[in-house]
């Protein structure tokens, strides 16, 4: 994010968080703002209120139809973080500003494109289906370190950036450069193994009762002390195990019938939450075409253990 080299294959990061909360609300503090922020000090100049280099745009607002979205940037910006990205936001979307640059469209000025590198940060997670998001995007999953009662400044016994020496500030530049200089050398974005993200992207892409519903469908009491993982119940022991759709839709809205009131919730819904169940589970194998047929007029499903 840091440098201006751009004749590599680009990808845009998406910070988020890993903390799954009980009310389905975001919770932040994980250090999101704190690494946008250091962008923000080492690329624009703070002697010129009108430096550029660095913009940030209001995700729950942003609107990819609209013709200037990205006007606050100008031909010096080269990183353009997009804040608290919503939920439901289609990343193909983002695909050719990603990788080709934005277009710059101030109202009454002539439009130009320039070359800027696009970051994300987001309290929920975004859906990154097929390949093409895949190659353009990667995920840092960011732990809840830091809370309401634990702040940084608990943590360091000063405001970051606000209250630094000169030998903290120089410690924090030879950083950020070193940074720099390891990535130019290998041209490798590190990624950092998951915390909660796949689970998180279920239960926010789902309902928390139809996980809750596949996680323990057809359990008895005895299994509660067996500690086994979620899903284990729809395989039954075996190595693969065929269901009927229609019979799993409608034991679902046996247990939840406020669902059967819901409008757009139908089979076809219930059954892409059960291939979102599938491509997040630790246990079961993401669904194929394959695993899919109609018999009778009847569709069957097939889940397969990883």
Known sequence: MLHNYFDYKLKAPILTDAF?????????????GLISLGLKYMLNDYRNNFAKNYVSLNGKNFDHRDKHRYS??????????????KAWTN????FND?????????????PYKIKAKILFSTNKTIKVNGDSAVDRTVFFELSDYYSSSFSPEDDFKHWFFKEWNEKQWQLFDFFMVKCVQIFLKEYKIITADTINL???TLLEHSSPDFVNFLDFYKFNDDDHKNKLPEGYYLLNG???LEHDKKELFNSFLESYPEYARQKGFNQARFTKWIKLYAK???LIQEIQKSDERRSSNKDYITFKKK
Not at 20 to 32: L, Y
Request: proline share 2%; hydrophobic share 25%; glycine share 8%.
């Open 72 to 85: 606050e940037a100008n031909n010096q910006t080269t990183l353009v973080h997009i804040e608290d990205l």
């Open 238 to 240: 075996n190595i693969e």
């Open 198 to 200: 796949q689970r998180r």
């Open 20 to 32: 799954i909360s009980d009310d389905g609300d975001p919770n932040g503090r994980t250090g999101k």
């Open 98 to 110: 990603i990788t080709e640059g934005v277009d710059v469209d101030e109202k009454n000025e002539k």
């Open 280 to 282: 997040t589970s630790e």
């Open 91 to 94: 990343i193909e979307d983002f």
